[in-house]
């Protein structure tokens, strides 16, 4: 692999220098903002959005909102996994960060002394995005274009190779997917157990929320029921 980065002709590095050069044609507050961006400020986003969509799917209830959030749940746990399983293959490859074998790149962020391959910020919000993606679609897209987001800032700031950040996204997908059978069998139980708590259950459904078994209505829109027996009448 190392041999790889310090090919002159190895694609992989020269998007490294495409995408870095963006960063020493930019403004310097603008690069201030991705380093912000792309070491934090995306990985907050990524908690905000777990708490939206759990806000979104305790509230819409229905027959579906214990599996729902058992989905949820599992979109972090899959995060904090994908990056354990992460730490065997960064000592197995070794691979240095690109500003230890490249001259000429804009480094925005110091201290990154381990090993690049692969990036755990890229693991981490994708594994959330996907997991995100099996609980609501919406918050899951949204989530899976953070990501991708974040491995662009990665190669922005000089401190991960392209393919470290693919990489990334492809053990964060496979975690959250692969497991996501075996988490779902065991959470979901547990989130129904909650949802019959009469305290702990709003956690699960918000008061009002439609119960189990029945669908919330569009509003405005009126059952077909009723316009059937309209009709009759």
């Known amino acids: 692999m190392a041999g790889l980065a310090e090919s002159g002709s190895n694609p992989d590095v020269g998007l490294l220098y495409d995408i870095n050069g963006l960063a020493k044609d930019a403004p310097h507050w603008f690069d201030r903002v991705m380093e912000f961006v792309g070491e934090w400020g995306i990985l907050l986003a990524m908690v905000l959005l777990v708490v939206g969509c759990w806000w979104t799917v ?30 065997p293959i960064r ?69 991960h190779y392209p393919t470290d950040v693919i990489g990334g996204f492809a053990l964060g997908t496979a975690v959250a997917l692969l497991l996501s059978p075996l988490a779902m069998a065991l959470l979901t139980p547990v989130a129904k157990a909650v949802e019959r708590s009469p305290r702990a259950g709003r956690l699960i459904r918000a008061r009002g929320a439609a119960p189990a078994g029945q669908e919330t209505l569009v509003p405005g829109a009126r059952d077909r029921g009723t316009e059937e027996r309209d009709l009759a009448a």
């Open 91 to 159: 000592g197995f490859v070794e691979r240095p960060r690109p500003f230890v074998d490249h001259q000429g790149l804009d480094v925005l962020i110091g201290g990154k002394n381990d090993f690049s391959f692969v990036s755990d910020h890229a693991t981490l919000t994708m594994a959330v995005g996907v997991g995100l993606f099996v609980a609501h679609r919406k918050f899951g897209l949204a989530g899976i274009g953070l990501a991708l987001l974040e491995g662009f800032c990665r190669v922005y700031m000089g401190v």
């Open 58 to 87: 305790r509230r819409r209830g229905g027959a579906e909102a214990a599996s729902s959030v058992a989905a949820l749940v599992w979109a972090p746990l899959a995060a904090g996994i994908a990056v354990l399983v992460n730490v």
